[in-house]
């Protein structure tokens, strides 16, 4: 038995395509907790690198978060969360977010902060405000690498969220850790290829949204 | 006021006169960048801020519009702290060029040109259509407008990054070292398109440059400044070249001012010999006849049939048979008389083989012919009339003739 074989079998089922435990269920379940985790990741990462990389200040100290967030094993900090809050969605977002803020927040900062600055001597010489200058003429040329530090925050959120099916939820771990418990390596397999699938994915979306959002005259400079 | 007498009149009844005041920049470090300078900005000329690195010529300009604010003195526009307006209106008052013209790479020439009046809230359409008015005024291609920065050359940018600066029409326009970053060929182009622009807005210069011939071509007025932020000299470019105030301004300007000097002579009054000239298709009999007329001409200048030179022959070689094109002598650049400086003479002269320079007029007919000698006698006649005429108030050449040195200071000199 090879592993394509597994996942023949796991998506010719038709029992895997119905129900509360089925392929499309799951898939919705576990993009919702990747986008709550990301949206979360990115509310706290991207202000803080962007404001800190405009006024180029800060920098050892992100590293250090960054550092210290990267260091945190997250399958620890599930467990820790789910002992001090409970079952549920708290204690599975907390470990996403953690994952996901150093790559968004490091990457904004050091995207922001390497915008050549005569571009920003002129604007701010021609009496743009600095909430201007930030938002139109740093971000717009950062804006390939702040989606950058998005995309791989969003790939690890995808591929981390499988262990929030330890603590009992839903999302596309729950093929994987309920397969490992019954012995269906079929189920593990197709549950880990469509993690895998998701991951590639994101990583079109990503490549889609930077087509249509960064400018072609920073697309082709960067 | 000395300088007053010079200014044009403002059609708009306005006079923005910026007055530096005695301002001094320390840096927490304890470095003095600008060491109490007082400087009154002509209105609508240009005066060139030069001198060496850490000089501190572009903290001066940056504390024009508050982008360095001065530790002591103040800086007046029309009268008025610049510090009691907002620090953005009065930015947005004031045209902005700097080194890489810094140009937003993720935003169309276009509306690159466009930000200010955006700024200023105006309308996009209105905004985008005084864009399109401004590349062709900087001498931009149309086509150029839809284009992004990085598509341009280094010298096309610099003209978008004027251009973007005049957008809103601002009295006063702060250009930091604008075309040192481009090859001399273009930053020449820079420079005449510049005084070109200059002679029909008329606006407000302040130009910080490092190259003492970019200032003296460019100044109305010069402003030499020394390390550690003081002023060495400050006078029109023909003054500086005759009489610099110390030795530092002697050296900044280099060995070679007295040549310099002559690019503000004009060459309407050299004595041009016309006996020398000759046609491809005269005669050997006429050319024998023409050199006994002029003997103390080695050389005569062989043109084509409209009267464009073609080279030098001995006479000799004439007089034996037909001319053959190819045995000429070359006869260099020659000069547009009238139109160019007797530097542009002299230099002419310098590099002819013969020693003589061929004046042409403006469709590159020969005129005539000068020797050494008489570019010498023109240039010692000329600082004559310099120093006995109008010494005392030499400001006088002030009023934007001066700008270009090589064409239009001609007419003023010959008189």
């Not at chain 2, 820079?190 to 070109?196: I, K, M, S």
Request: hydrophobic content about 45%; charged content about 20%.
């Amino acid at each position: 038995m090879n592993v394509l074989h597994f996942v023949n079998a796991f998506f010719s089922d038709s029992a895997h395509w119905h129900g509360y435990d089925g392929i499309p269920t799951r898939l919705i379940q576990h993009i919702r907790y990747c986008l709550i985790a990301l949206v979360l990741a990115a509310a706290i990462g991207l202000p803080v690198g962007l404001v800190t990389g405009h006024y180029g200040r800060g920098g050892n100290a992100l590293a250090f978060i960054a550092t210290a967030g990267r260091a945190l094993p997250s399958f620890g900090l599930l467990v820790l969360m789910t002992i001090m809050v409970g079952f549920g969605l708290v204690p599975v977002m907390v470990p996403l977010v953690v994952l996901a803020v150093p790559p968004i927040l490091v990457t904004s900062y050091e995207s922001v902060r390497s915008v050549d600055p005569s571009p920003v001597d002129a604007a701010r010489g021609m009496g743009m405000q600095e909430s201007r200058i930030l938002f139109q003429v740093e971000l717009p040329v950062a804006l390939p690498l702040i989606l950058s530090g998005l995309r791989s925050g969003a790939i690890q959120i995808v591929s981390t969220a499988t262990i929030a099916a330890y603590v009992g939820i839903g999302g596309l771990g729950r093929y994987v850790i309920d397969g490992l418990y019954q012995r269906d390596y079929e189920k593990v397999v197709g549950g880990a290829t469509l993690v895998a699938a998701l991951a590639l994915a994101t990583l079109a979306v990503f490549w889609a949204v930077a087509r249509c959002t960064v400018s072609p005259g920073v697309r082709r400079s960067g | 006021m000395a300088e007053s007498g010079q200014l044009l009149p403002d059609p708009k009844g306005v006079r923005r006169l910026i007055r530096i005041d005695t301002v001094t920049k320390r840096y927490p470090d304890g470095t003095v960048a600008v060491d109490r300078l007082s400087l009154e900005i002509p209105d609508r000329s240009i005066t060139v801020l030069v001198g060496p690195s850490g000089c501190g010529k572009t903290t001066t300009l940056r504390m024009i519009n508050r982008m360095v604010e001065p530790s002591e003195g103040s800086i007046l526009l029309d009268g008025v702290d610049i510090r009691e307006q907002p620090v953005n209106s009065l930015r947005r008052s004031m045209g902005y060029v700097i080194q890489n013209a810094g140009l937003f790479q993720h935003r169309t020439i276009v509306d690159n040109i466009a930000t200010v009046p955006r700024l200023l809230g105006w309308s996009r359409s209105k905004s985008r259509a005084r864009a399109m008015e401004l590349m062709e005024r900087v001498g931009l291609d149309s086509a150029l407008a839809k284009r992004y920065p990085y598509q341009l050359s280094g010298g096309q940018q610099q003209r978008v990054g004027v251009a973007r600066a005049l957008a809103a029409d601002p009295p006063v326009l702060l250009m930091d070292e604008p075309f040192s970053a481009v090859d001399p060929v273009v930053r020449k182009g820079l420079q005449d398109e510049l005084l070109r622009i200059q002679d029909e807005l008329g606006k407000t210069i302040v130009f910080v440059t490092h190259d003492i011939d970019e200032a003296i071509k460019l100044g109305t007025t010069v402003a030499v400044l020394r390390t550690g932020g003081r002023l060495a000299q400050y006078a029109p470019p023909a003054e500086l070249l005759t009489a610099p105030a110390d030795a530092f301004v002697e050296d900044f300007l280099g060995t070679d001012r007295g040549i310099r000097r002559l690019s503000f002579f004009g060459t309407e009054g050299l004595e041009l010999k016309r006996a020398p000239i000759v046609t491809v298709d005269t005669t050997a009999e006429e050319v024998a006849a023409r050199t006994d007329v002029d003997d103390d001409v080695p050389y005569l200048l062989v043109t084509d049939r409209d009267g464009r030179p073609l080279g030098w022959s001995e006479p000799a070689a004439l007089a034996a048979g037909p001319v053959d094109v190819a045995r000429l002598l070359p006869h260099g650049r020659p000069f547009r008389h009238g139109g160019e400086s007797l530097r542009a003479a002299l230099d002419c002269a310098v590099l002819s083989p013969t020693g003589w320079a061929v004046a042409v007029d403006g469709t590159g007919r020969a005129v005539g012919v000068v020797s050494q000698q008489a570019i010498g006698e023109a240039i010692r006649t000329a600082h004559a009339e310099r120093t006995t005429g109008a010494a005392g108030d030499d400001g006088s050449t002030g009023g934007g003739a001066l700008g270009d040195a090589d064409a239009a200071t001609g007419a003023e000199v010959a008189g």
